[in-house]
Nanobody, 126 residues
Framework: QVQLVESGGGLVQAGGSLRLSCVAS????????MGWFRQAPGKEREFVAA????????YYQDSLKGRFTISRDNPKNTVLLQMNSLKPEDTAVYFC???????????????????WGQGTQVTVSS
């Protein structure tokens, strides 16, 4: 079983930056991809970014490209999400998730992620 623990959320002014961290423990080899999703109040959970463990290939929600960067540190079983030029609309609970995908087209689909962290709150003030 895999456990995921996120950290790094907080309150930041618009235009600022935050870096989220997700540490995986347990049977991490059971997942081949790690993703970040977010959920704002009253909205559905949406895909943010993902990275494959083995090759480091990354995937992003199109609207976030250029501001968000996902990376992984395999020896530390850690996935990072660097968020720059934050906007109030980025305010949400951010979740780290571990999944297994066979095709790249599934990287952004939450149903392929079976392990989720508890989430970390990101609040961007205007």
């Amino acid at each position: 079983q895999v456990q995921l623990v996120e950290s790094g959320g907080g309150l930041v002014q618009a235009g600022g930056s935050l870096r989220l961290s997700c540490v995986a423990s347990g049977r991490t080899f059971s997942n081949n991809i790690m993703g970040w999703f977010r959920q704002a109040p009253g909205k559905e959970r949406e895909f943010v970014a993902a990275v494959t463990w083995s090759t480091g290939v990354t995937y992003y929600q199109d609207s976030l490209k250029g501001r968000f960067t996902i990376s992984r540190d395999n020896p530390k079983n850690t996935v990072l999400l660097q968020m720059n030029s934050l906007k109030p609309e980025d305010t949400a609970v951010y979740f780290c998730a571990g999944g297994t995908v066979k095709t790249t087209s599934n990287a952004g689909l939450s149903r392929y992620y079976g392990v989720w962290g508890q989430g970390t709150q990101v609040t961007v003030s205007s």
